[in-house]
C-alpha cells in the first residue's frame, strides 16, 4: 500500500528546501546587485564551505535553472525578490537542496507556513539570554591585535592586504556577530594555514 506525506509535513518540507535556497542566495547577494559566476561558485565553495569547490559550479547552473539566478551582462543577478529573509545564527545550509533546488517559480517560492496560531494562544517571551548572547561584545582584548593579526596572515598566505581585508569583509556581512580578527582567522582557515600560529599570534600579554 503507497505510503503519502501528511500535507502539514509536505509544506514544512517543502518551506525548508526553499528557506535553505532564500537564505543562501541572501548572503552571497548581500550588498551586491550583480556578481560574476566565478565569485558566486567562490563564495558557495571556498568562502562558505557550504558544498566542494567541484561542485560549486553545478550548484550555480542548477539555480540557473531553478530560476532562481538569471545571467545579464556577463553577471549573474537575483531573478525573484527574496523579500525578508532570517538567517539563524550558525545556520548551515543542506548542500541537496542547493545542488538540487526547487523551483523559483509558483507556489514553491513562498515560505511555506504550517500553522497559525489562534489569536488566543500566549505569545512568547523574548529570552534574554538569547539577546544577551547576541549583543556585540565591544572589550574584546584581542581587538588591539586586528593588524598584527592582518599582517601576520597576509605574509603567511601571499595574499595582498587589500584582497586580505576584502575577504574578510565578506565573512563578517555574512555571519554578522564575528569580530574583525575572528573575520581574519576564518580565511587564514581558507588558506590553509596553521591555525596553531594564529592563535599565538593573538596571544594577549
Known sequence: MPTFMKPSVLLAHMGEDVDDVRRALTIVFRGHDGLPQADVERMFSFDMEWVAPHEAEDVVNALLAAGWLKSEGGQL?????????????????????????VPAAGPAATPAVVSTPSASSPKPAPNPTTTERQAPVSDDPRARLTQRVARFIARQSGLEMDELQRRAERKTRAFHLITPWMAYA????????????IVQSLEVV
Open 186 to 197: 576564518l580565511v587564514a582557515r581558507e588558506q590553509g594555514l596553521v591555525m596553531d600560529d
Open 77 to 101: 543577478h537575483l531573478a525573484v525578490p527574496l523579500g525578508d529573509v532570517n538567517v539563524p545564527f550558525g545556520w548551515f545550509p543542506r548542500p541537496s537542496r542547493l545542488m538540487r533546488p
